[in-house]
């Protein structure tokens, strides 16, 4: 692996830049990879699709900016219509399948879908759906692995909400290798 | 202003990431100047102080990397010995003053100390020491404006929290201003 170029998007309170900042430092902390988060300000960030950028790499990473994902991990329709058309063509897009209907990718997308928001109801906690994306993204990717991302997801999220959060991430971990296996 | 870079730097849980989000955001979707921030894990990373890095420019920003930053937001002493070398000798650094000692700063580097956790814990909750930090480098460095900053501030924080941070936010600014007219 190279450079992988990594985009997470959806609206404002569904935790993407936290989904981003655990996955970074799983990659490097962890997995003794290299990994930037960056968050850009542009244009693109007006409106209400906010997104976080994400470079793993097991080199140095010399350039932060993600031109060229090659994973998408999609929360909202807005994000979808904004983000997607700069999807590599042979990449991943990942979604929360209840909020995001992915029209209009190439066929040669692969499309993995996880109803997270629902997941998350189930755990008694809305807001924890970034994390069941989280676990997801981590079974049906490979990038990092189970052990640094539940590291990182102990070691990032607020005291006292560890627990239920690691929980979520196993429920979207689960769903994600029932689906590898489908 | 041609370019502005600018670290934050404290101990996990104290929301430094939500603090560098905050001023990019500010700058640039409501002060319509340009703005990005880095997270990276390198091996800075490691160890428990953790920083955000916020780039402000009038100008297309082409590296959004923070090497000679010239204001530092600094709430831990680890944070304090790993960050303050890299500051801009001419340069601003803005401390929790309950929580750092800032010893061995070049005389030329202008010093501003503001109690946030007690001012936060005086609103009834220490998280909110980032907001206090916050409006405290509004109206000390007046790189981002206030309107902007409150405007940042209510969208970008958890729902039903947004009274409590401006609080914070605001008696952070009314502190930095008394600051400036002493």
Redesign the interface.
Known sequence: MARTEIRIGGF??QGV?LTG?VI??A???YDNK?????????PE??GSACSSQVVISEGAILN??VRHPTVMVIMSQEAFTKFAPRLDPEGMMIIEEELVDPQGLPPTVKVLGIPATRIAEGLGRK?VLNMVMAGFFTAVTGLVSREAMRKAVE??V??GTEELNLRAFEKGYEYGLSKARA
Do not use: C, D, E, H
């Open positions: 404002g309170g830049i900042y970074g430092k990659a490097s902390l290299n990994a930037t988060m960056t968050q850009s300000f542009g960030a007006r932060p900016y807001v070691t990032s607020p005291k």
